[in-house]
């Protein structure tokens, strides 16, 4: 249901003029009027004065913020909702030291809340690390050298990444480097394409057309040119920013905002946010 449109910032800063009116919307968004306790899930919950609710099974009380990415915050909602509609509208993402700069915050916490928006953008059946079905691409500029962005960084190592992160049946679009020659006996289908991009084009000949150079090129545009810099262990997060961003990009500024917010429901702990190397 759509709630409210907000086709830019300052919409969305001067509606959201208190805590109460982020709440309110929160509310609305994961309950639409029937509030479910988020313990024993019964939906029989009483409005409290101080606005919290309070179960009739469990006995537990709660406020609209448990159970959500915005759980246990010090940070006012506004922030929160600045946070979400930068970072799913900005086209090639947006770092943490400009988005501390806008909605008034240290680097530090702005890196936070960026990491914790990620790690929510992405399906929640994809679970990292988990094997996911997916395309596996290895781009070449016109000189036959491969870009700096790919799967692995030395070609014996592309083998092991595929067996560790790919699902079996998965399609992998390759050429003919000598590195690919083993796949046939790891099980994934593979699918051989002689010249997968001819000079001057960004499809695949291969009957059907495979789109995917645009979404490789907004990828390496949002980390070279906003991020510069990626670590090994985050990098899954920044990929998944840039898929959720692709599939979303014909929507418009409020409807991009609310698909955004309805992933929001879910908690993410400190040591999801930064995982041990």
């Known amino acids: 249901m759509m709630i409210k449109k907000f086709r830019s910032l300052e919409e969305l800063s001067s509606y959201f003029s208190n805590d109460q009116k982020c709440k309110d919307y929160l509310a609305e968004m994961r309950w639409d009027g029937n509030p479910e306790c988020p313990y024993c899930h019964c939906k029989v919950v009483y409005k409290k004065r101080d606005g919290r609710y309070a179960c009739a099974s469990c006995g537990n009380t709660f406020s609209v913020l448990v159970g959500t990415i915005f759980q246990n915050t010090k940070l006012s909602l506004l922030i929160w909702f600045k946070a979400i509609y930068l970072v799913v509208n ?10 501390a700069g806008i909605i008034g915050v240290t680097q530090k916490t702005a890196w936070f809340i960026l990491q914790k928006i990620r790690i929510l953008l992405r399906d929640a059946e994809d679970e990292f690390p988990d094997k996911v079905f997916g395309l596996i691409v290895e781009k070449r500029d016109r000189h036959n050298k491969p870009y700096k ?3 692995a960084d030395k070609p014996y190592r592309l083998h092991p990444k595929l ?7 998965s399609r992998v679009f390759i050429d003919d480097r000598i590195c690919y020659q083993s796949l046939d006996e790891s099980g994934i289908a593979k699918y051989r394409v002689e010249d997968p991009y001819p000079l001057g084009s960004t499809t695949f000949k291969s009957g059907k057309n495979v789109v995917v150079d645009v979404f490789w090129l907004q990828l390496k545009r949002m980390i070279m040119g906003v991020y510069h810099y990626v670590s090994r262990v985050l990098l899954h997060r920044y990929v998944y920013e840039a898929y959720y961003r692709y599939r979303v ?6 409807e991009r905002f609310e698909d955004a917010f309805g992933r929001m429901f879910r908690v993410v702990e400190y040591r999801i946010v930064r995982p041990k190397k």
């Not at 990009?249 to 409020?254: H, L, V, Y």
């Open 90 to 99: 900005s086209k090639s993402g947006i770092s943490s030291c400009q988005l």
């Open 149 to 151: 962005i790919r799967v």
């Open 163 to 169: 067996l560790k992160y790919v699902k079996d049946e």
């Open 249 to 254: 990009r014909r929507m418009s500024n409020d």
